[in-house]
């Protein structure tokens, strides 16, 4: 008897803590799905703080971990982020393809490109599957794939084998293939048609460059004013016309970037890169005036990148230089043609000036 009465308050306690791990469960669900509406309010902080509270509840809860992450790194977090993430893909390392590009934009060199990588190969699963078998999946996750967002995935791939692992040894044919299937994923992706356009410049072969360019541009360039337009990511369009003016088509260029300084003037890449262009053009008092208000920018936002500090500086030195070289020319151009007058012009007596 007393033998069967501990078999039943064992099952009593397991009723216990199954029903326990469900309400907990149903919690963290709750808990999440208020993530998503202070999300949408833009409310970071909030957001993060529920986060934190499911997770403290549940440190092994992957998706509590994945939507903290992101939230970090909005708000500077960058080593918590990289934590959790870090923990995400222990916990789960054949889902959740995000994780993956997250990582990859946070580290560099082989082990960046092995995140992308993953992240891209994640993708690709879920791209491959039927619309009904990636419903149970990945639709739960908030993870569906489009072609576009594939074919993305391999911009960014093709960008890390371009950049940070260039030094690779088979570093320029992944990135020709990344760039290549971008292209064919999704041709109406104008991302993709950039990441070849920089790849062909970086070979020398600007006019295969400036072709895929003028693709990229016919998908979104003409709609740039229009209301409901759907553009590229703010970044793509400033190395938009990084390439632009790589080419020297400097109208375009200027185009894009004086539209980019419209919807955000407060990122100093697109003022110094407008102030470059006009001293490009010659054009002085506009370079002045866009260089200067990069380096207040650049001062205010305690900016990292030094390089582009000492670039503004030195094209914001010289132009100044010019400046102040035209000013004297224009004040002794007069007293020339003074002195020119006064030497050419023959005496002239008062009685002749009557007669005149």
Request: with cysteine.
């Given at each position: 008897?007393?033998?069967?009465?501990?078999?039943?308050?064992?099952?009593?306690?397991?009723?216990?803590?199954?029903?326990?791990l469900l309400k907990q469960k149903r919690s963290i669900a709750h808990l999440?799905?208020?993530?998503?509406?202070?999300?949408d309010a833009f409310q970071?902080?909030?957001?993060?703080?529920l986060c934190e509270e499911a997770i403290a509840r549940d440190p092994s809860n992957?998706?509590?971990?994945?939507?903290?992450?992101?939230?970090?790194?909005?708000?500077?977090?960058?080593?918590?982020?990289?934590?959790?993430?870090?923990?995400?893909?222990r916990l789960c390392p054949e889902s959740g393809y995000s994780k993956y590009m997250y990582l990859g934009q946070m580290c560099s060199g082989d082990e960046a490109v092995a995140h992308i990588a993953k992240g891209v190969e994640l993708m690709t699963r879920l791209y491959g599957k039927k619309a009904g078998e990636a419903s149970s999946s990945s639709a739960a996750s908030g993870e569906e794939v489009t072609a576009e967002k594939l074919s993305n995935g391999y911009c960014t791939l093709a960008e890390m084998y371009l950049t940070d692992c260039c030094f690779l040894p088979d570093a320029?044919?992944?990135?020709?293939?990344?760039?290549?299937?971008?292209?064919?994923?999704?041709?109406?992706?104008?991302e993709a048609h950039q990441a070849m356009a920089s790849y062909l410049l970086t070979k020398g072969d600007l006019d295969g460059a400036k072709e895929s360019l003028v693709k990229c541009l016919e998908l979104w360039l003409p709609h740039q004013g229009a209301p409901d337009a759907i553009l590229p990511p703010y970044p793509a369009r400033i190395n938009c016309a990084k390439l632009l003016m790589e080419m020297e088509e400097m109208e375009k260029a200027s185009c894009i970037l004086e539209h980019?300084?419209?919807?955000?003037?407060?990122?100093?890449?697109?003022?110094?890169l407008l102030g470059w262009l006009s001293y490009l053009n010659q054009d002085m008092t506009a370079a002045r005036s866009y260089l200067t208000e990069a380096e207040t920018l650049f001062r205010k936002a305690e900016c990292d990148d030094v390089g582009m500090l000492e670039h503004i500086q030195e094209v914001l030195k010289e132009v100044l230089s010019c400046s102040q070289e035209n000013e004297e020319g224009e004040e002794q151009e007069p007293a020339a043609n003074g002195e020119?007058?006064?030497?050419?012009?023959?005496?002239?007596?008062?009685?002749?000036?009557?007669l005149t």
């Open positions: 008897k007393k033998k069967g009465g501990s078999k039943r308050k064992s099952k009593h306690k397991q009723k216990r803590s199954i029903a326990h999440l799905k208020q993530v998503e509406g202070k999300l970071y902080e909030e957001a993060l703080g992957v998706k509590a971990l994945e939507t903290a992450a992101p939230i970090l790194l909005e708000l500077g977090g960058e080593e918590k982020a990289y934590e959790y993430l870090r923990a995400a893909v320029d044919q992944k990135c020709l293939e990344s760039c290549t299937k971008a292209v064919s994923i999704a041709p109406q992706n104008p980019l300084l419209k919807e955000d003037d407060e990122v100093v890449e697109v003022w110094y020119a007058s006064d030497q050419e012009s023959p005496d002239v007596s008062s009685d002749e000036m009557e």
